[in-house]
């Protein structure tokens, strides 16, 4: 699986992202948004108070390997566990990946499906 793909089952599919895999991707998010604060201990402490980041060792695990690891293995998985749920909205002219599921226009080739309804 891409690394597009899987970062747009994530984004659009997160509902069905387990316990450990939110807390994962919660975790990716904090401290992607910490950023060079990382440093700063009382920070960090305010943020795992709040549990935007993770000590958890099975959370921890899930992301040892980097964050596209974490996101093809996490899109696999819910693809598998989920495919009736999962609409992979691909351009019917480049058979590109659009941006978001409910999308009518197509970013790379420009075109478009307005009129035409979602399959369900």
Same mark, same amino acid.
């Given at each position: ?20 895999? /939110?807390?994962?991707? !919660?975790? &990716? #998010? ?9 440093? =700063?201990?009382?920070?960090? *402490? ?12 099975k ?12 996101? /093809?293995?996490?899109? !696999?998985? &819910? #693809? ?5 749920q999962?609409?992979?909205? =691909?351009?019917?002219?480049? *058979? ?25």
């Amino acid at each position: 699986m891409d690394k597009e793909l899987a970062k747009y089952i994530i984004k659009y599919y997160g509902g069905l992202l387990n316990d450990y895999e /939110r807390k994962a991707y !919660q975790h &990716i #998010l904090s401290m992607s948004k910490l950023g060079w604060r990382r440093k =700063n201990k009382k920070l960090l *402490k305010a943020y795992e108070s709040k549990g935007w980041i993770s000590t958890d060792p099975k959370v921890l695990e899930l992301i040892k390997n980097g964050t596209e690891e974490f996101f /093809r293995i996490t899109a !696999q998985r &819910i #693809l598998n566990d989920h495919n009736e749920q999962i609409f992979i909205n =691909n351009c019917s002219k480049c *058979k590109k990946l659009t941006r978001t599921p409910e999308a009518r226009q197509c970013r790379h080739c420009g075109n478009k499906w307005f009129d035409e309804s979602k399959p369900e």
